[in-house]
């Protein structure tokens, strides 16, 4: 009995280190200047060595009004600024994004703005008085900018954004 009490327990204990990392899931931007939706990006949790860690990719895009114009199906616009000139549905803007269980945020991680091509030291939070938003700061030093993402539920998303497949997804990074 107590070799199958410490096998049960061994196993319990060993699943919950294969857990999904928190915040995994689909984020809604919003653009700084329009206070519109601007892209949906898809956080997803990939091996680096030994580690998993936290990447971010755009997965479709808003427009103007505020409907879905593009997805990781149909990609048209192109990031210009960005090294190779990609498309901005597909472009991997987060990654090496570790978990701080302290602090219970992601740092040490990297985040771009594809409008500029820019990249910056990251942090990754969610705001303790709104558990439905998520805090994604870009940072040089201690200067930097902080933008608020809504987490977006799967049914509340078009169809072919409700199953996307990150098993196999690492960050194509553009230097």
Known sequence: MKVFTLS??????SSGAFAAMPFVGMYQTIDDETNFPKSIVRLYEY???????????IVALYDEKGNISETINNPVKVADKVSGSPKYVGLDIIWEMEW???DSEY???KIMDPKKGSV???VIWQDKNHKDKLRVRGKIGPFGRTQTWNVLKVSDLPAELQNIDTTNWKPIISK
């Open 8 to 13: 049960v327990l061994g196993i319990a204990l």
């Open 120 to 122: 910056y030291s990251s």
């Open 100 to 102: 701080n269980s302290e």
């Open 47 to 57: 091996k680096d060595g030994k580690d998993n860690v936290l990447a971010g990719r």
């Open 107 to 109: 740092k040490d991680g």
